[in-house]
């Protein structure tokens, strides 16, 4: 963990409430995918580069890591993508990382990506593809690029816990939003959470692409992983209720009605003393070319 921590920009008070179940939850993920050390690894969606720095540290000295995203240098907080990932590459770990600014179909049509990599990883990026076309896309181009293994990890939509049904009830307010929204879809109005495929419907589009499911489950995240108290804080924030507004859908049935199981379920819990709603259980599945 120490090697993690000192290779990653962050805020020292966040360190033991934000940073290390972070990572804690990225090291678990990443021994359920049990890559074989010395791989190339592509990490798609890596962002400011937590799940990129795990798969470093247990890839080994002879392994590469490709890390791909398509935001902005600017984007993110407390530091952006680019502060993030510039101090990556000057630690330690950053010697078997480069990152790219680009996306899959870019960097495979290159006549250098090929028999490029070993492995590829979705790592909590699927829900920011705007649809289901755009996943199946992914999963055929590196099907066609004859990478062996596909690695995923995504929220899951199963609760272990009553403290977790409201993050997933504000998943599915989320994924209802983007599904209305008359706007583009890179828009400044735009959800973390956009298609929001369930895991059958991911295995589902892995079948259709030219994959096979060779091992799956799910992960209880730590109570202090606070990735879905942020979701259910946003879907319940005046901000969202705004989006809602501007985009014309303040009297739209469905959404109104994800609202309102979302507001329900969150005043049930309080009654019974939750004021801190946990992440779902997380769906991880290692897919293999047929």
């Not at 973390?192 to 209880?220: C, F, M």
Request: glycine share 6%.
């Amino acid at each position: 963990m120490d090697i993690l921590l000192s290779s990653y920009l962050h805020d020292e008070k966040a360190r033991a409430s934000i940073v290390e179940p972070n990572f804690q939850h990225r090291l678990a993920l990443t021994q359920a995918w049990d890559i074989e050390q010395g791989s190339r690894v592509l990490d798609i969606g890596c962002g400011q580069g937590e799940s990129s720095l795990v798969l470093a540290l247990i890839n080994g000295s002879h392994g590469h890591i490709t890390a791909i995203d398509t935001a902005p240098p600017n984007y993110g907080g407390p530091y952006t993508v680019e502060q993030s990932q510039k101090y990556i590459q000057a630690s330690t770990l950053g010697q078997g990382i480069q990152f790219l600014r680009t996306d899959t179909a870019s960097l495979l049509s290159q006549p250098t990506s090929t028999d490029q990599f070993d492995a590829a990883v979705l790592c909590h990026s699927l829900w920011y593809f705007p649809d289901r076309a755009s996943i199946a896309q992914v999963f055929q181009l590196l099907a066609d690029a004859k990478v062996r293994y596909l690695c995923l990890a995504e929220y899951g939509f199963r609760a272990s816990r009553p403290a977790q049904v409201p993050h997933i009830l504000a998943a599915r307010a989320q994924a209802q939003y983007h599904s209305l929204r008359k706007s583009a879809a890179t828009g400044s109005r735009e959800p973390n959470v956009r298609s929001a495929l369930t895991p059958e419907e991911l295995l589902d589009v892995a079948h259709e692409t030219g994959w096979r499911e060779k091992r799956s489950g799910y992960i209880q995240p730590d109570s202090q992983l606070w990735d879905g108290h942020w979701e259910v804080e946003f879907v319940s924030s005046e901000l969202f209720r705004q989006w809602i507004q501007e985009e014309g859908l303040s009297n739209d049935e469905a959404m109104n009605s994800a609202i309102q199981e979302l507001e329900q379920s969150i005043q049930e819990l309080g009654v019974e003393g939750s004021t801190r709603w946990e992440t779902m259980d997380v769906f991880w599945a290692v897919l293999e070319l047929k």
